[in-house]
T-cell receptor, first 116, second 114 residues
Framework: AQKVTQAQTEISVVEKEDVTLDCVYE???????LFWYKQPPSGELVFLIR??????QNEISGRYSWNFQKSTSSFNFTITASQVVDSAVYFC?????????????FGQGTRLTINP | DAGVIQSPRHEVTEMGQEVTLRCKPI?????LFWYRQTMMRGLELLIY????????DSGMPEDRFSAKMPNASFSTLKIQPSEPRDSAVYFC????????????FGPGTRLTVL
């Protein structure tokens, strides 16, 4: 079975602090893809990043960075110098191309609040 | 390019009424997905289509739910009769290209059944 766990239900930090959102996944497949989505207060789900299981290079996009470690089955997301606009619910998701090839399995989400 | 379009954005209805949610996927995308989001269960996949054909409806809660995709640019999710426990945000998403590509989500329909 496939599973995504986001153990942090809620995180609250003060603006300009760095914050890391944890994501741990379970799958028996060797080929899979991991995703992060952002759900701002307006409600839509916004795609942030996709990473495949064969690419363990970390990625940085502006203030956002992602750390993928197969050894610990983790795909963590860090926001550097957080801003109020980063306040949202963040979802980590897993897709295996073998089991349920089209299904995205989502974690429960982490609600991030950035206080001014 | 227009994203995934859903209508209505908000729907309030009374128990027992029929509810129809609508979705227009991104042009050229051959996969369409319907999700439901609740506080208790998070994001759940209800059904998905490939080239207008339903592929997996194992997530549809019960016979009161049905979904159709009459053409590549339109899909509906119908609940008949609706119940208060159906209250949720319903998202439509579409995907094109390779299987590993990301899904693009619509803005969602917030359904309240009184």
């Amino acid at each position: 079975a496939q599973k995504v766990t986001q153990a942090q239900t809620e995180i609250s930090v003060v603006e300009k602090e760095d914050v890391t959102l944890d994501c741990v996944y379970e799958t028996r497949d060797t080929t899979y893809y991991l995703f992060w989505y952002k759900q701002p207060p307006s409600g839509e789900l916004v795609f942030l990043i996709r990473r495949n299981s064969f690419d363990e290079q970390n990625e940085i996009s502006g203030r956002y960075s992602w750390n993928f470690q197969k050894s610990t089955s983790s795909f963590n997301f860090t926001i550097t110098a957080s801003q109020v606009v980063d306040s949202a619910v963040y979802f980590c998701a897993l897709k295996s191309l073998i089991q349920g090839a089209q299904k995205l399995v989502f974690g429960q989400g982490t609600r991030l609040t950035i206080n001014p | 390019d227009a994203g995934v379009i859903q209508s209505p954005r908000h729907e309030v209805t009374e128990m027992g009424q029929e509810v129809t949610l609508r979705c227009k996927p991104i042009s050229g995308h051959d996969y369409l997905f319907w999700y439901r989001q609740t506080m208790m269960r998070g994001l759940e996949l209800l059904i998905y289509f490939n080239n207008n054909v339903p592929i997996d409806d194992s997530g549809m809660p019960e016979d009161r739910f049905s979904a159709k995709m009459p053409n590549a640019s339109f899909s509906t999710l119908k609940i008949q009769p609706s119940e208060p426990r159906d209250s949720a945000v319903y998202f439509c998403a579409s995907r094109g290209g390779q299987a590993y590509n990301e899904q693009f989500f619509g803005p969602g329909t917030r359904l309240t059944v009184l």
